[in-house]
């Protein structure tokens, strides 16, 4: 008993520093040590030579993150990823403060913090290099300010006052109520500078400043404030100022005014732009059905179904304790719930991809709102032990109910450690070691071009070789991020003027390469064939360009062998076995290896390599294009059997179905 007095009597002196320290351990421990999937080599390099990033270019983040990149510790991939760790740990402290301030309970805001920080996502989101911790950070920022002042003001509103009080506490609560505009304009225009769903805490917001507001707001306050809210606008500047063309690095260019609005308002991306998402709340009635369902198997795959009753308790404890704070508290939840859901998760059927994208990334605010909630319901029920007759239940069960979140620390150590996951790297890596000598290697999507991104112009690896990349093969046209023309200029000048009739002495010479096939309903295949080669993709021209087809084809096929081969010593398809998390994509990227597999076991399948008298069926897809091998027999023997064990390994241990966060069937 005295050891736990002891601990409660800490917790208590130093309950904020405690959670942020302890919180961002954990979160270090767990972290992405080098580049992830998705956008983690894009801002990792955009950061780095303070570029700019996809639409919405998210300048706050990249300044905030370019600060990091001087940390003495890890790689350039590593602290960008300790932004996210930061930010989250902050926000976890602010819900700390909002809890205690709620319940003035330690152990029901110990309970709120644990409860959040082993859910699924915000684990997740916490130790990779993203934007989205930041943007729950200024989020929880003006949540936390608004739902102290309504819990404040409902209080103030309860108590006596004595005669000579009023004029003094109005003319304070007027000077307090500029202040917390002055705060809430000024953060709502830096969150114009990171992610855009940040802005629906405006909503609450403004209601709950309306319900409060008594008189006309002073000419001066909306003047200050609308300064205060261009002062944060003013972080976009960094688009116009660090967005050309000229610069060594940017994602998408922004040279006029028109490139500015593009990327801003996301409108590149039509129907998933900020505007024309926005207006998707107002269509389809049946959405609003499948937005509630999608967002609470969202929740389900995050929480406990046990949570929603102690969810539903503390609405209850709420609504008694103060309306305005519980309508405000409910409207955040639903705003970044159901509404988001609409907006976002509106379909019947959603994918993996919906799931991995969408699900395990916006809802975060709700997860945290939910958690808050659930804070409050904790507070019940430590309240109703205390007026028990026991002695020692009170005591020691709300302790141990506050911490035993934390024994789900063991799932996330094997479904979210990061830590574990070299396969973007390696297999980035690996697709740059097999290309030759001055060749040109093109991407598709973002899990081939933003990893190498960060490769070639952040590690400086392989040099002699230009990267290009391409949004699809619908259109042709690619980037140079990876291959800069004042560098690599002089040296590959025809695919600076995509000139295919110039690019076919290169392309002869087996020069071009892709991490996709051509396909054949694509652009490119009017000019392109491509053969599998390892884990890339050999590009050949078309047969129309080929003057002598028998020659080339016999020249083609003993420099395949041969660099198959040789591929076979260089990749580390080892990584595909040995990583911890669930990443979906990080398990689509080991399909791959798969193909370089199944592509050695039919090179050793020959007499000279003791046939068992075995044959397989062999046909293995690659995940991250969706081309799908020929299907074929291959004779087993004592040479190919390991290779074919081998991607039988992989392929079960990256299946989708034994994914934790999965579309439920």
Known sequence: MRLIHIVKEYYTMSRYTL??????????????????????????????????????????YLMIAKTATFLPLGNIAFRTAVVSAIFSSLSLTLICWIIYSFTASGMAALFSVTTLLVSYSYFTQSVIAKFYMLNLFLIMSLFSLWANKINVEGAASGRPQKPGDFLGAQSDMEDKNEQILYFTMFIAGLITANHHTGLIIMGPVFIAWISLKKGALKLNTVITGGILFFLGLLVNSYLVIRGGSSHFFNSVHIDNVAEFDEIVTRSM???SGTIAAATGIFHGPASYWYALKNFVSIMTSNFSAASYLVFLAGSVYLIKKNLKLSIF????????????????????????????????????????????????????????????KLKILPRVLPLILAVFPLIFLVSRATDSSYRTNFVPYQ?????????????????????ATYQGWYLKLVGRYREDVCQISSADQNTIDWMFQGCNEKIYGPFFSMFYSRNFSGMLPFIIKHRYYGCDPVKDSGAYAKYLNSRSLSI?????????????????????????????????????????????????????????YCIHLTNMARLYSGEAYNRTGEKIRVQIKDMRSGYIQPLYSVDITEKNRPYLEMSTRITRFNQWPILYFREKE
């Open 19 to 60: 959670i942020f320290l302890l919180s961002f351990a954990i979160f270090v421990f767990f972290l992405t040590p080098n580049v992830n999937t998705g956008d983690s080599g894009e801002l990792a390099t955009a950061s780095w030579f303070l570029g700019v990033a996809h639409p919405s270019g998210y300048p706050l």
């Open 269 to 271: 991306y039509r129907g």
């Open 329 to 388: 508290v409910l409207l955040c939840f639903i705003f970044y719930g159901p509404f988001l859901a609409k907006i976002t998760m509106g379909g019947e059927n959603n994918t993996e991809i919906n799931y991995y994208i969408a699900a395990h990334q916006y809802f975060i605010p709700a997860f945290a709102i939910f958690a808050i909630v659930l804070g409050a319901g904790f507070y019940l029920l430590e309240k109703s032990l205390k007026i028990t």
């Open 427 to 447: 297999i980035a890596k690996d697709s740059y070691s097999l290309l030759p000598s001055d060749s040109v290697f093109m991407t598709f999507g973002d899990n």
């Open 536 to 592: 890339n993709y050999l590009y050949l021209p078309a047969d129309k360009f080929i003057i002598n087809k028998n020659e080339f084809g016999d020249n083609v096929e003993s420099f395949a062998k041969q660099k198959q081969l040789s591929a076979d010593k260089l990749i580390n398809y080892s990584v595909c076995l040995s990583h911890f998390t669930d990443d979906f994509f990080s398990r689509q990227l080991c399909s791959s």
